[in-house]
């Protein structure tokens, strides 16, 4: 059975920094194209960052490029999301999905970020 | 960025009846459309990918169609664990998007 933890969540000052971090079971995770989505609070879904399975690779949303890191430890199976000069607006649920296939058949549960003084 | 259209907002449904939600992308994806399906404090469910094609474990009461620009995802006939928001995506073109969501809820 596939797992994706997200961990890393909690709340942080405007203009401040967290990691996310995404824990990866039942798949091989050196093999899958990773990425982060968010939504935030009573809102949609948002692609945030894609990562190739061997982290040479990564794109970022608009929203995000510049503030936002994506990288991944296929060692230890997991991936990151170093997330700086925090805005209101990166107040979300953050989903770490595999998107291997294009499409997101394997969604971990989410974490919730919020930022707030 | 292609945007992507999800109408109506809200679908209100009696259990049992047919329930057909529409997705259009503002330019041609092909068939490169996915459906999920959401409900209150849970993660997304994959549903349908390529259009039309049904992910693992989904019942066949679940059906999506077209291509280009104008897709639908239809319900045949809905059971009470259907309630939920359904979101369409793109993956056709980077940055992928979704659509806003059309909530199924109960009539």
């Known amino acids: 059975e596939v797992q994706l933890v997200e961990s890393g969540g909690g709340l942080v000052q405007p203009g401040g920094s967290l990691r996310l971090s995404c824990a990866a079971s039942g798949l091989t995770f050196s093999n899958s194209w990773m990425n982060w989505v968010r939504q935030a609070p009573g809102k949609g879904l948002v692609w945030v960052s894609r990562?190739?399975?061997?982290?040479?690779?990564?794109v970022y949303a608009d929203s995000v490029r510049g503030r936002f890191s994506i990288s991944r430890d296929n060692a230890k199976n997991t991936l990151y999301l170093q997330m700086n000069s925090l805005r209101a607006d990166d107040t979300a649920v953050y989903y770490c999905?595999?998107?291997?296939?294009?499409?997101?058949?394997?969604w971990g549960q989410g974490t919730l970020v919020t930022v707030s003084s | 960025e292609i945007v992507m259209t999800q109408s109506p907002a809200t679908l209100s449904v009696s259990p049992g009846e047919r329930a057909t939600l529409s997705c259009r992308a503002s330019q041609t994806i092909s068939s490169k459309l996915a459906w999920y399906q959401q409900k209150p404090g849970q993660a997304p469910r994959l549903l349908i990918y390529d259009a039309s094609t049904r992910a693992t474990g989904i019942p066949a009461r679940f059906s999506g169609s077209g291509s280009g620009t104008e897709f639908a995802l239809t319900i045949s006939s809905l059971q009470s664990e259907d309630f939920a928001v359904y979101y369409c995506q793109q993956y056709n073109n980077w940055p992928r998007t979704f659509g806003q969501g059309t909530k199924v809820e109960i009539k």
């Open positions: 990562i190739s399975n061997d982290g040479s690779d990564s």
């Open positions: 999905a595999d998107g291997s296939k294009a499409y997101y058949d394997y």
